[in-house]
């Protein structure tokens, strides 16, 4: 089995189609047989999202900004929601169109924004470790930072290829597709960029922090939304399946302080712009 499955892999996916039957009740069904817990943990992060997204109806809008493969629009779809997926690389977009769109009878309601989301409309510089890798990045401070760190993912990255990809800005988007219930950042460092070219609030955000090289920019997020709505709260979670790490929201000047000294290696931080918080 062992040896068979990666060949079976590489026909499923010459073909097109294994990126398909991911997104599907088979894939599950393989699962329920071989590793359980994969399955577990998916349905604690779906929880998660549930209990955290206070009013949040079916049908309503969450962008998934670097959407990669597309692990959180499927989160996303399980609640119900309407998925625009941002995703500038193009491995990663055929990736999404073959789990989403393709061979489907009715395709799922996602759009694949083709673009990068940054604080203007531009051509800016991705670079690539390689095609489809979670760690490309518009970021020139990450990419120096994974050069020479040998410790957070067990080897260092090159970063051998550049690319000129289009931008656009949040506030683009919400012109376009509307405002959405929650947006999702995930963008190896550059979202604070991303947060620049948002003008309004949400009701619901989160992005992610790279600790401690970003801790600089992601107090610079935490004030920025704190200017968009006086009202807004903070959490964060190092694990979402594991719930939050803060039992209560805090404002900017206290979540800040919280950031401040914060020891995780990654974090993701949540945004509530709205005074009614989640329990």
Sequence with gaps: MRTLKPHLQAILKRVGIYQRLRASFLYDLYWKVADRSLLEDRHREIDF??????????GDLIFDVGANQGSKTAIFLSLGARVVAVEPDE???????????KYRLTPMPVVIVGKAMSDRCALETMWIDEPGSAKNTFSQKWVETLKHDQERFGHT?????????TTSTLEAL??????????????????????QGMRRPVPYLSFEVNLPEFRPEGLRCVELLGRLAV???????????????L??????YAFSRVLYQCADKSIEVFWNASVSLPQ
């Design 49 to 58: 999202y549930r209990t955290l997204l206070t009013g949040f109806r079916e």
């Design 91 to 101: 491995a990663n977009q055929r990736i999404l169109r073959e789990m989403f769109l």
């Design 157 to 165: 990255f090159n970063f051998p290829q550049r690319r000129e990809v």
């Design 174 to 195: 919400f012109i376009t597709y509307g405002l959405p219930f929650f947006v999702k950042i995930d963008v190896e460092g550059y979202e604070l960029n991303v947060l």
């Design 231 to 245: 009202n807004g709260r903070f959490n964060y979670t190092a694990d979402c399946r594991r719930g939050f790490v």
């Design 247 to 252: 039992e209560e929201w805090l404002d900017p």
